[in-house]
Each structure stands twice: as structure tokens, then as C-alpha cells.
């Protein structure tokens, strides 16, 4: 059974840090993995989809790395803004259904 | 393009009653998903609907249904409500000629359960 964790599960930041989500997973026998963004009450935003070939994925301030043999993957957010405050979903997608991690808060602060 | 829809956006339900959700998919995907999101948790899978039937099920009871219907819009039902029901109720869709797309999500619809 895949299982995904996320650390930190909470994260405050002053403006302009660079800071990085780490996401793991226990079966690499993956498709691709997805990172996504969900601000309080609201659905949820794709921001980087990495191919389980790939190694990572990049959009703008985002940089998303994938290694699959060790079941790992980061995000990476440059200069911070309070805007980027929201939590952030890793999710493994190996066959029919996306399996999440519990979620990263992050609080940027001004 | 018209992302993925649910409606409605907010319910409030008594215990033991039952509940219809709605999701029409982005245009060009013919495949449905449902999730349960609680509060501070990561959102789990309910099932998947592809060419009207249930392809993959999550493990949630059989309380929980769905349906699929021509036009690849799809319903999420749940009879009799408990509390440990009030959640986030996500749908996703997604093209079933390839996993390689990725998933569409849509704003949810909360469901609570008093």
C-alpha cells in the first residue's frame, strides 16, 4: 500500500526566504507525481506535474524534484511572498487514484 | 475551457439523511474521481468512474455511491449521513488514455453533518 509523508506539516517564513517541502513515498512503482496548492476552504490547484522519466519541473518562483528510486520528492519555492501562503499537497499517482501526504501549511509572513 | 465544476458549494445535512453531489468534468476528460478531505488531512479516494462504471474504489463503505453518466458528468451519493462524514468532498477529473495528464480538481463541496 503506497503511503506518502510530508515534512515539515507546518512552516512559518519571513518574506523573501527560499524554502524547500520535502514529500516522500513508499513504493516507487509510480506514473508521475503531482504538487498542488490549497488555500483555505478551496479546492485544490495543480502546480507541477513530474514524470516518474523526469527528473524535475520547473514554473516560475516553483521547482519541483522527483527521484523515484528513493521515494523522494521537494519543492522548491524561491523568494517568498506572502501570497504563497496556502498548504501544499504532494500526490503519487500509480495507476487509478491519487494518494496524498497530510498536507504542508506554510505561513509566509510580511 | 470551463475547469472542473461541483455544485453546490456548501450542504448541511442531519444525521441519517442522504445527499446527492454533482461534478462535471473539464471539457476533453472522460474520467471521475471523488475524494473526502478532513479537516487537516490530505484528501482521500473514494472511487474513479470511467465509461459509467466504478473502475477502482477506495476504502469507504458501501454508503458511498456514484454514478456516471453519458455526458462523463458524474454524482457522489452518501446514505445514511454520520458526523464523521462532515468533510471536503472533492472531485477530479482526468483522460483516461493516459495517466501521464494528470489530475483537474474542482472547488469542493463542504458537507456538514449535524
Known amino acids: 500500500k503506497q503511503e506518502v509523508t510530508q515534512i515539515p506539516a507546518a512552516l512559518s517564513v519571513p518574506e523573501g526566504e527560499n524554502l524547500v517541502l520535502n514529500c516522500s513515498f513508499t513504493?516507487?512503482?509510480?506514473?508521475?507525481l503531482q504538487w498542488f496548492r490549497q488555500d483555505p476552504g478551496k479546492g485544490l490547484t495543480s502546480l507541477l506535474l513530474i514524470q516518474s522519466s523526469q527528473r524535475e519541473q520547473t514554473s516560475g518562483r516553483l521547482n519541483a524534484s522527483l527521484d523515484k528510486s528513493s521515494g523522494r520528492s521537494t519543492l522548491y519555492i524561491a523568494a517568498s511572498q506572502p501570497g504563497d501562503s496556502a498548504t501544499y499537497l504532494c500526490?503519487?499517482?500509480?495507476?487509478?487514484?491519487?494518494?496524498f501526504g497530510g498536507g504542508t501549511r506554510l505561513m509566509v509572513k510580511p | 475551457d470551463a475547469g472542473v465544476t461541483q455544485s453546490p458549494t456548501h450542504l448541511i445535512k442531519t444525521r441519517g439523511q442522504q445527499v446527492t453531489l454533482r461534478c462535471s468534468p473539464k471539457?476533453?476528460?472522460?474520467?471521475v474521481s471523488w475524494y473526502q478531505q478532513a479537516l487537516g488531512q490530505g484528501p482521500q479516494f473514494i472511487f474513479q468512474?470511467?465509461?459509467?462504471?466504478?473502475?477502482q474504489r477506495g476504502n469507504f463503505p458501501d454508503r458511498f455511491s456514484g454514478h456516471q453518466f453519458p455526458n462523463y458528468s458524474s454524482e457522489l451519493n452518501v446514505n445514511a449521513l454520520l458526523l464523521g462524514d462532515s468533510a471536503l468532498y472533492l472531485c477530479a477529473s482526468s483522460f483516461a488514455g493516459t495517466p501521464y495528464y494528470g489530475y483537474t480538481f474542482g472547488s469542493g463541496t463542504r458537507l456538514t453533518v449535524v
Open positions: 500526490a503519487v499517482n500509480a495507476g487509478n487514484m491519487l494518494t
Open positions: 471539457s476533453g476528460h472522460d474520467t
Open positions: 468512474y470511467y465509461e459509467e462504471e466504478e473502475r
Open positions: 513504493d516507487s512503482a509510480i506514473y508521475n
